[in-house]
Nanobody
C-alpha cells in the first residue's frame, strides 16, 4: 500500500505560479511512475503530467510549456511546478503513483482567480 500526501495548493491570480508537492510512503519510490491528474467541476479527471522511472515525461497539451513535473527520489517526493496559471486551471489536483496498482492522494484545491 502506497500513501500519498499532497500540499501546496491555494488561490493564485491569473499569470501566477504554484508548486504542488506529493510525498509518498514506501521504500520503492524510485520504481513508482508518478503522475498528476486534475478534475474541474463537472468534468472528468484527466492526466496532465507523468514521469516514468526512466524520467520519461508526458504532458497534456493544455499544460505543456507551463507546467513541469519533477521528482526527488531521495525525498520520496514528486512536484508539479505550475506557471502562467489560467482560470481554466482551477481544479482539484491529485497525485498518482503507479506501482503494480494505482494509488491516489486526497486531492488539493487550486483556484486561479482575480
Amino acid at each position: 500500500q502506497v500513501q500519498l500526501v499532497e500540499s501546496g495548493g491555494g488561490v493564485v491570480q491569473p499569470g501566477g505560479s504554484l508548486r504542488l508537492s506529493c510525498v509518498a510512503s514506501g521504500d520503492k519510490f524510485i520504481s513508482y511512475i508518478m503522475g498528476w491528474y486534475r478534475q474541474a467541476p463537472g468534468k472528468q479527471r484527466e492526466l496532465i503530467a507523468q514521469m516514468s522511472t526512466e524520467d520519461g515525461l508526458y504532458y497534456a497539451d493544455s499544460v505543456k510549456g507551463r507546467f513541469t513535473i519533477s521528482r526527488d527520489n531521495a525525498k520520496n517526493t514528486a512536484y508539479l511546478q505550475m506557471n502562467s496559471l489560467k482560470p481554466e486551471d482551477t481544479a482539484v489536483y491529485y497525485c498518482n503513483a503507479y506501482f503494480f496498482a494505482h494509488y491516489w492522494g486526497q486531492g488539493i484545491q487550486v483556484n486561479v482567480s482575480s
